[in-house]
């Protein structure tokens, strides 16, 4: 009798889908878990303190925020490489109309969020009106967004607007970072939306085979336009995020945020092929990203490093996706 072609007499597939199948459900957990232990031997004084824990949080929470709008283009095996220059564009333009008198709660809403919503839009009917990749479109709007950030700003920063948006948007509730509770917020919100809406399961099946999502009545050029919308507010809201941390609105904040988020969505667990990943994945992935910049600076270790570190990281993890995953479908 004719052996299946899907098992060997060694076995070797059937452990190869058992591997993928493990990987997929606790592989990045055990990333964070290792790295909390190599850590804690590296910075046995300082790195489990609680206010250092709360430090990581919040360095990784702008990181979470991008790593999940970039996470949406990925699952429908695309890409969003103008995340940072879309922060920085929404954080200035929201700077300017608190300098010029806007009320803070306004400014957030038009400038900061409005902004990235408007930015997303673009990218997505872009990709929709030329039918080129998101990464081409998204790479010259990066270019454009920057450009448009540094001549409305002069090339300078932009500070001096009210004090009380930074004691709120920066502030502490209950001794937790406010950054913190609105990256978990958004990610709470994003996860819900992916696995409790009629509009989640419609991306993930664009994502992984977007003929057949076309042919089952799904509206891919709708989807990909909430697609980039989505990507674009979670920019402008990182956007919000990192003026209120940093107290001025930066004109190159955010060069090269976009590595480190598809990076923590990468590891995360997203497929770089589509169809596939977790919100929740990518926030273990961001936080993965901010424990080694955070171990890095202890270490006090060049920032450059940490450029390397992620490119390497994002290699690993495509590798192990394309050759535990693919292979066993």
Not at 315 to 328: E, H, P, Q, S, Y
Request: aromatic share 10%.
């Amino acid at each position: 009798m004719m052996r299946s072609s899907t098992t060997s007499s060694t076995g070797e597939p059937r452990i190869r889908r058992d591997f993928a199948a493990i990987w997929q459900t606790y592989g990045t957990l055990g990333i964070l878990f290792l790295l909390f232990v190599l850590c804690s031997v590296a910075s046995p004084e300082y790195f489990l303190t609680r206010e250092n824990l709360l430090q990581v949080l919040l360095q990784s929470s702008v990181m979470v925020l991008l790593a999940c709008g970039v996470f949406f283009t990925i699952l429908i095996a695309g890409i969003d490489l103008s995340i940072g220059s879309a922060m920085a564009l929404s954080g200035m333009v929201m700077a300017k109309l608190m300098v010029a008198g806007m009320p803070f709660w306004i400014a957030i809403l038009v400038g900061g969020l409005g902004t990235g919503v408007v930015l997303g839009l673009v990218n997505g009917a872009l990709v929709n009106l030329t039918q080129l990749h998101p990464f081409i479109i998204t790479l010259g709007t990066a270019a454009i967004y920057r450009g448009v950030t540094l001549i409305i700003s002069d090339s300078r920063s932009v500070f001096g607007f009210d004090r009380a948006f930074v004691n709120i948007v920066a502030g502490r509730i209950v001794g937790i970072p406010v950054p913190i509770l609105i990256a978990a917020v958004v990610a709470g919100f994003l996860f819900f939306m992916t696995r409790f809406t009629k509009l989640g399961r419609n991306i993930y099946a664009l994502g992984g085979n977007a003929q057949a999502a076309f042919y089952s009545g799904i509206s891919v050029k709708l989807h990909t336009l909430v697609v980039f919308v989505i990507s674009g507010a979670c920019a402008g809201i990182a956007g919000i995020v990192i003026t209120a941390r940093t107290g001025a609105a930066e004109p190159n904040a955010g060069v090269g945020f976009e590595t480190f988020a598809i990076a923590s969505a990468i590891i995360g667990g997203t497929s770089f092929f589509g169809g596939r990943g977790q919100v929740t994945g990518v926030v273990i992935g961001g936080l993965i990203i901010g424990v080694i910049n955070n171990i890095l600076n202890l270490l006090n270790v060049e920032s450059y490093y940490q450029q390397i570190v992620m490119g390497a990281l994002i290699i690993a993890a495509v590798t192990v996706d394309k050759l535990f995953t693919r292979k066993t479908r």
